[in-house]
C-alpha cells in the first residue's frame, strides 16, 4: 500500500470515530425533554412539569430543580425535595404537579423571566421550556431530527 493510500485510509477512520461520537453525544443531548408551566398559590407560583423519556434503554433518577432569573449564573432558589428520587424509565411521559412554591416567585411577570432547569443524579442539567419561551434554532432541528429519526423506525440506540 503506498503512503498516500495509508494517508486516506487514516483519515477515514477517523472521520468514522467522529461522527459515532458525534451520534452518541445527539443521542444523549436530545433523550429528555422538560416542558413546565405556571400555577399561581398564595405562598408563590409552582411550575407544573412534563419530563420525557425518548430513550429506549436508559432510566435516569431525577434531582433537584434550579430556578434562575434570565441569563444569571446564581440560582434565585433550588428544590431539592420534590422530585428527588423519581425515576423515568425508557420511552416514559411523567407529569409532576406537586412541586413546591418558589417563595421568591410570586408574580406572572416574575414566572415568565424565570427560567427552570431540572438536574438529572448524574449530574447532567436540562433547561426546560417555559410558557413565553422559544426554544434556540439548534435546539429545534436536533429536536426535529430525532422526531424524524423516531417516524422512520430507524433503531437510533
Known amino acids: 500500500m503506498s503512503f498516500w493510500h495509508m494517508v ?5 477512520a477517523c472521520w468514522a470515530t467522529v461522527l459515532f461520537f458525534l451520534f452518541k453525544w445527539f443521542l444523549l443531548a436530545t433523550d429528555v425533554t422538560v416542558s413546565y408551566n405556571w400555577t399561581q398559590r398564595h405562598v408563590g407560583s409552582s411550575p407544573n412539569f412534563d419530563i420525557r423519556n425518548q430513550s429506549r434503554s436508559k432510566t435516569y433518577l431525577l434531582g433537584n430543580i434550579v430556578y434562575k432569573n434570565g441569563g444569571s449564573l446564581v440560582p ?13 424509565r425508557p420511552g416514559s411521559i411523567k407529569f409532576f404537579q406537586n412541586v413546591a412554591p418558589v417563595a421568591g416567585i410570586t408574580t406572572m411577570q416574575q414566572c415568565l423571566e ?3 432547569y431540572v438536574r438529572l443524579q448524574n449530574g447532567r442539567e436540562i433547561k426546560g421550556q417555559g410558557p413565553g419561551q422559544l426554544p434556540g434554532r439548534f ?14 423506525a430507524v433503531p437510533i440506540e
Open 8 to 12: 486516506v485510509a487514516g483519515l477515514l
Open 76 to 88: 434565585i432558589a433550588i428544590d431539592n425535595k420534590s422530585l428527588w428520587e423519581q425515576e423515568l
Open 114 to 116: 424565570t427560567k427552570v
Open 139 to 152: 435546539r429545534r432541528m436536533t429536536l426535529w431530527l430525532r422526531r424524524k429519526l423516531g417516524a422512520l
